[in-house]
């Protein structure tokens, strides 16, 4: 199970982060391939928080445009600051480059506003591997598999 491990000057200021990149799903890579499209749309960077309190991923709103994805669906959200929020949602494929972690799964597009990151990974990412954080260490491992 390929993990990552992160140490930081003061995690509780930092919070457990993590550069990603966004990229369309596997299966429309191929299926634009296989069509000759020869621009596939470039991977979105950005920094990812872990977040044990979210029940679901959530990206920036601006992220599935500048893939060119479709949403599924649209669903309604409850954040600290909102109620009954429709939010869209869409399938993307998520990577950890330093070490190779790829997830895909379903996505909540949302405002994040004055925040400096373009995800919080949720808990349907989560339950897919082992997450240590470790506070006085100032230290945290995401395993996923």
């Known amino acids: 199970m390929p993990s990552i491990t992160r140490v930081f000057s003061n995690i509780a200021l930092d919070g457990p982060t993590v550069g990603i990149r966004f990229h369309i799903p596997i299966e429309l890579e191929k299926k634009m391939q296989e069509e000759g499209m020869v621009q596939i749309p470039a991977p979105v960077e950005?920094?990812?928080l872990i977040d044990t309190g979210a029940s679901n991923c959530v990206i920036q709103?601006?992220?599935?445009?500048k893939l060119g994805l479709q949403p599924m669906d649209v669903v309604k959200i409850n954040t600290p600051s909102c109620e009954g929020r429709e939010c869209y949602r869409y399938f993307i494929r998520l990577i950890i480059p330093d070490q190779k972690i790829i997830y895909q799964?379903?996505?909540t597009a949302a405002p994040l506003k004055g925040q400096k990151i373009a995800c919080l990974l949720g808990r349907d990412l989560l339950q897919h591997g082992v997450f240590i954080y470790i506070g006085y260490a100032n230290e945290f491992t995401l395993s996923l598999g």
Request: proline share 9%; hydrophobic share 35%; glycine share 18%.
């Open 46 to 48: 950005g920094d990812a």
């Open 61 to 65: 709103e601006d992220i599935p445009k």
């Open 105 to 107: 799964g379903v996505f």
